[in-house]
């Protein structure tokens, strides 16, 4: 059997699980595939199609940047990527100041972004079961608006 070729980088994320799926049974058989020289195992009946839907859910989720994003808007609007990516920097950079200084920001069909304090509590490791003091923080909330509620 010639070797395979390897999949460009781009590539790589989304052939990974149909590659698992590949190697893991033989259709014709329903036998498990084994490395050369090795005498395949059966498979077991009721475990195939739990091992194709775990196949199907392993697909990785697409992680959109913030290059992604401008890029998009630049297309739409007829603006440079540079010109775009510099206007979402500056966004960041504003929404980051104005979270700082304790404002509530809302962002209509989006949602609202506020900070939260945190009180000091006693929390316990998991591990030992010892009381261990937690020190107060501040987080960053995010609550969804009723229209991306309902898009997702």
Partial sequence: MPPAKKPAPAAKKTAAPAKLAARTAVPATGKTAASPGKAAAPAKKAAAPAETAAAAKAVPQATITL?????????????SKKAAEAVLDDFVALVTRQLVKGDKIRLSSLGILQVRD??????????????????ASRKIAFRPAKELKTAV
């Fill in 118 to 135: 945190r009180p000091a509590r006693t929390g316990r490791n998991p591990r030992t079961g010892e009381s261990v003091a937690v020190a």
């Fill in 67 to 79: 290059k992604h994003i401008a890029a998009e808007l630049a297309e739409a609007h007829d603006l």
